[in-house]
């Protein structure tokens, strides 16, 4: 069976307490730096995390490790089992649907708000998706058995697994919606719009071959339309870098589909 190699992968263990482990400049600002710092969000930067009242976060927290993930590391290949599931505390993660020809594109993310493999709590599974990061970023791990064990002892907990699959679902009905309906510029505008709220941060570190591969569309074809963008004055691009210098052009040129996400998939 193959395992999924998770490149660019740290482990540590989360310290056994409700407290952040962020930095006091973060804490205060609230955004993060455009490189990975050193010193990452806790668990409870995760929103669901976060939400989970004190006794049922403290079943999971023995058994949280901070794993530090490089953009682009592979979490998860299709059919295999889904031995781990992460939390985002930073970041989000694409998931990909991947035909058998190899082509692949983003079929959802999950961000600060979801779990990625969420229902092996639940029960064993495989993995139907590719799962990969999207941004450096940091996430809180757990063995997907400890997950269930503590599943087994909380409602709260398999409500969030029910509602980060809900949250899941939404997605994925409205990027197929959008796939099939709306032009590459403007799912180009909406994916950076998604990804700028992930990334808490206006410049996003993102090179046309990765968009390319989250689009599913041809490199040239990513490039053509940055180009229109930036000539239109909403953006900037340089080596491996978009910044976005006039966020309502952006919305403007954007499909409806950032803010259809936006209301629909609200925990807050
Ligand atoms: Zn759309």
Redesign the pocket.
């Known amino acids: 069976m193959r395992t999924p190699v998770v490149l660019g992968c740290i482990d540590a263990p989360f310290p056994r307490s409700n407290t952040l482990p962020m930095r006091q400049d973060q804490a205060q600002t609230g955004r993060a730096d455009k490189h990975v710092p050193a010193i990452g969000p806790g668990p409870l930067n995760n929103k669901l995390l976060g939400s989970l009242p004190h006794e049922d976060f403290q079943l999971l927290i023995p058994h949280l490790s901070s794993v530090q993930l490089a953009q682009g590391a592979v979490l998860a290949e299709p059919g295999v089992t889904v031995d781990h599931a992460y939390f985002p505390s930073s970041g989000a993660v694409s998931l990909l649907v991947v035909m058998r020809d190899g082509k692949a594109i983003e079929t959802g993310t999950v961000g600060r708000e979801g779990i990625v493999g969420a229902m092996s709590g639940i029960g064993p599974c495989k993995w139907q998706v590719r799962a990969i990061a999207q941004l450096p970023m940091f996430a809180g791990k757990i063995a997907s058995t400890e997950f269930r064990k503590a599943i087994s002892s909380s409602k709260a907990i398999a409500d969030l697994c029910l509602r980060s699959n809900e949250g899941l679902l939404t997605q994925a009905r ?2 197929a ?3 099939a ?2 032009r590459l510029e ?2 180009f505008c ?1 994916w950076l719009l998604q990804t700028r709220d992930a990334a808490e941060s206006d410049t996003i570190m993102l090179t046309h071959d990765f968009l390319a591969q989250i689009l599913g569309v041809r490199r040239t074809s990513v490039t053509e339309v940055a180009n229109t963008i930036e000539a239109m004055g909403a953006i900037i691009c340089s080596r491996g870098v978009i910044e976005i210098i006039d966020l309502e052009m952006v919305k403007a040129l ?5 803010e ?1 996400m936006r209301e629909q998939m609200s925990v807050s």
Do not use: G, L, M
């Open positions: 409205i990027v919606a959008c796939n309906v709306h403007a799912r909406r954007s499909c409806e589909c950032y259809t």
